[in-house]
């Protein structure tokens, strides 16, 4: 904690003099540091003990000009990245972690005080995960890599010229999306405070009281994707070094973009699993002459809803699994680390999605090719790490304009 203040203090006075050379207004930068503390979330029997977890974050921020259609949709968010190191409460079996994560934050004004929610998504480093001779007993962490997922909401002010204070509680989630095995996942829940400095705080609040003018475009629009996907087999904690298993899919869906940087879609995602097929072929899990490869199939019914950044958007998805023979097979013979209705019949998806052309030319081909990548979860648990090339396609209704 020493070491980041010092590192805090170094920046800041290398900011403020590099901020000091130049005269343009329009950038707005900020630096700050925050300290988290909290508890991790026991959602597994054979979770570890733990104590107080701690994150100390170093956070660079700057003010979007509204350069790009985007900014503006979104009231001039801002956009940064995170230095972390954590720890989890129990340094002999979780260890620590130093994580790197992008991010925007969303801001809503009430005179100076400043009400917003940040989202990130990166990546993190352990320095003790599971290992089956040395560390046996973390089952929360199965991977030296993980992703490092964090939600904020925080209320700033300011208290003395170019600096502000913020407090505030935040979610962080580290998982590797079941690629390795043991993966219980850790779930830290905290609160947290910090101080910031800002080189232009007057404009913070005047650049966000521009209006912004949304796009609306009144077709719905029919999609598709190839889908492939890699994880171990079932479950959060065993079986241990297992092989790994190929998920293929497609996907069909119609999407409306509502405004210019928000889409809603519904459709169906199909999967056929490897591992599902090579464990019934061992195991008496259907009686003899039933077709397994029927049963290694998942239908899955979905809404989603993306937020566009440019060519670049951050997507979810909430499902209800139609078709899951195996799962619910499963959950008769196994005690599965979560069952039940909630394991067998929700299956949800997270990710990023790149997009290959610019708003501007989709609107004249009609055609919006993308890569997406993405974390699939059956009941809130990591069920593998999806890869997909998709696209949209038909041509958009004539742009609105709304103040």
Aim: charged share 15%; with cysteine; net charge positive.
């Amino acid at each position: 904690m020493n070491r980041a203040i010092c590192c805090f203090c170094i920046l800041l006075f290398s900011h403020g003099s590099s901020l000091a050379q130049t005269d343009s207004l329009s950038t707005i930068q900020e630096i700050s540091l925050h300290e988290h503390v909290g508890r991790l979330v026991k959602i597994h029997g054979e979770y570890p003990e733990n104590k107080i977890s701690t994150l100390t974050e170093l956070h660079l921020g700057w003010k979007l000009k509204g350069k790009k259609n985007w900014h503006r949709s979104y009231q001039f968010p801002t956009a940064g990245i995170s230095l972390l190191h954590a720890q989890f409460g129990n340094q002999d079996v979780l260890g620590q972690a130093i994580a790197l994560i992008p991010s925007l934050r969303f801001e809503k004004w009430t005179n100076k005080t400043r009400w917003s929610w940040r989202a990130g998504l990166g990546v993190a480093g352990f320095n003790k995960p599971f290992d089956v001779e040395t560390n046996p007993k973390n089952l929360v962490i199965g991977s030296r890599f993980t992703n490092m997922t964090m939600f904020r909401f925080e209320m700033s002010r300011p208290f003395a010229g170019k600096f502000r204070y913020a407090i505030g509680v935040s979610f962080t989630h580290c998982s590797d999306a079941h690629i390795a095995v043991p993966n219980i996942g850790a779930n830290l829940l905290s609160v947290h405070a910090g101080l910031s400095f800002c080189n232009q705080p007057s404009l913070l609040i005047n650049q966000n009281a521009r209006k912004a003018k949304q796009k609306i475009h009144d077709l719905w629009k029919p999609g598709a994707e190839f889908i492939f996907g890699l994880h171990e087999f079932q479950g959060t904690t065993r079986p241990i070094d297992g092989p790994m298993h190929f998920i293929y899919g497609e996907s069909v869906f119609v999407s409306h973009q509502f405004t210019s940087c928000r889409t809603f879609s519904i459709g169906l995602n199909h999967y056929y699993y490897t591992s599902y097929l090579d464990y019934m072929s061992s195991q008496e899990l259907f009686p003899q002459g039933t077709n397994l490869r029927s049963k290694a199939h998942q239908v899955v019914l979905f809404t989603g809803y993306e937020w566009h950044f440019g060519k670049i958007s951050f997507f979810v998805q909430a499902g209800v699994s139609l078709y899951n023979p195996f799962i619910e097979a499963m959950n008769k013979v196994w005690d599965l680390p979560k069952h039940g209705l909630l394991y067998s019949y929700t299956s949800n998806k997270i990710g990023y999605r790149i997009h290959f052309l610019s708003d501007a030319v989709q609107n004249k081909i009609a055609f919006d090719p993308y890569f997406h990548l993405a974390v699939k979860t059956n009941g809130g648990t990591a069920d593998f790490l999806e890869f997909a090339l998709g696209a949209s396609f038909g041509r958009s209704a004539p742009n609105k304009s709304v103040e």
